[in-house]
């Protein structure tokens, strides 16, 4: 009862908090300011960058939903175990509670070669930040909520969403170890929805396609040529707006018989096509 009146006090009794991972920019920035629209506390992790943090903290701000909605940056490189044991920690430590965990940092390689030409160096590194880092935060993740039981403020338990791409099922030659980590995460989501799913976790996978952000701004004459000649059936890149309202869906419980689904939000890309 005493804990009860706290949070009310606080004004955080019935709000749920998400933490979205690479929330600073490009998709995780439309992801988190969808979940402020829809109410919820938001974890805003980044890596490095600060100062684009903050920006995303004053998005989440000015589209909240509810007086006293907290946008808190946090800051971990996830490839390392002891700064995503931070992550979680500082996580905890502002908010009391996790109810969601968005998995949508991600790097791509730093120079695009053939997979006769890749080196190991950037293989590791791809691999560290894209899967292994959300594997593992994921974990830490999962210990708690099984360490809370019917505890989740979200409808129908505990939310966990990989974002992927288009690449775990899409070959390019020149990025091997992206679509490797990318093939990677999407098993990661089967495993965990099944591991969780008696555990009230609901877990997905939002699958994204040829998307308008910082990763693919070297190639963006490239891929407006693709699109203008029908890769893309509904004729146009994709943003972080698409995906924050996929993510903030299946966040909210909109899909609440669906766990392990993958939601494809590429404009139609997988459609197989004569």
């Known amino acids: 009862m005493v804990a009860r009146f706290r949070d009310r006090y606080l004004g955080r009794m019935a709000r749920p908090v998400i933490l979205v991972t690479?929330?600073?920019?490009?998709?995780?920035?439309?992801?988190?300011?969808a979940l402020a629209q829809d109410g919820h506390d938001v974890a805003i992790h980044y890596a490095s960058n600060r100062a684009a943090a903050d920006e995303t903290v004053g998005l989440c701000a000015a589209a909240a939903r509810e007086p006293g909605q907290r946008f808190v940056p946090v800051a971990a490189e996830l490839a390392s175990a002891p700064a995503r044991q931070a992550c979680l920690d500082a996580v905890l430590a502002a908010y009391g509670r996790l109810d969601g965990l968005v998995n949508?940092?991600?790097?791509?390689?730093?120079v695009r070669a053939d997979i006769t030409e890749a080196d190991e160096a950037s293989?590791?590194?791809?691999?560290?930040?894209?899967?292994?880092?959300?594997?593992?935060?994921?974990?830490?993740?999962?210990?708690?909520?099984?360490?809370?039981?019917?505890a989740a403020r979200l409808p129908g338990g505990y939310k966990l969403v990989f974002v992927t791409s288009i690449s775990a099922h899409t070959a390019s030659v020149a990025r091997g170890d992206y679509c490797i980590a990318k093939a990677g995460l999407s098993m990661a989501r089967e495993l965990w929805a099944v591991r969780l799913a008696d555990a009230g976790v609901d877990v997905y996978e939002v699958r994204p396609g040829i998307m308008k952000t910082d990763m693919t701004a070297g190639v963006t004459d490239r891929y407006d040529a693709l699109i203008a000649g029908g890769l893309v059936p509904q004729g146009r890149w994709g943003t972080g707006d698409d995906v924050g309202r996929a993510v903030a869906a299946l966040v909210r419980g909109d899909f609440p018989f669906s766990t392990g689904a993958v939601i494809d939000v590429d404009g139609g890309f997988h459609l197989r096509r004569l």
């Open 104 to 110: 949508n940092a991600g790097i791509a390689p730093r």
């Open 22 to 33: 690479g929330a600073s920019r490009g998709l995780g920035r439309g992801i988190a300011v």
């Open 123 to 150: 293989f590791d590194e791809v691999l560290a930040v894209n899967l292994r880092g959300p594997y593992f935060l994921t974990q830490l993740a999962a210990r708690w909520w099984l360490a809370h039981p019917g």
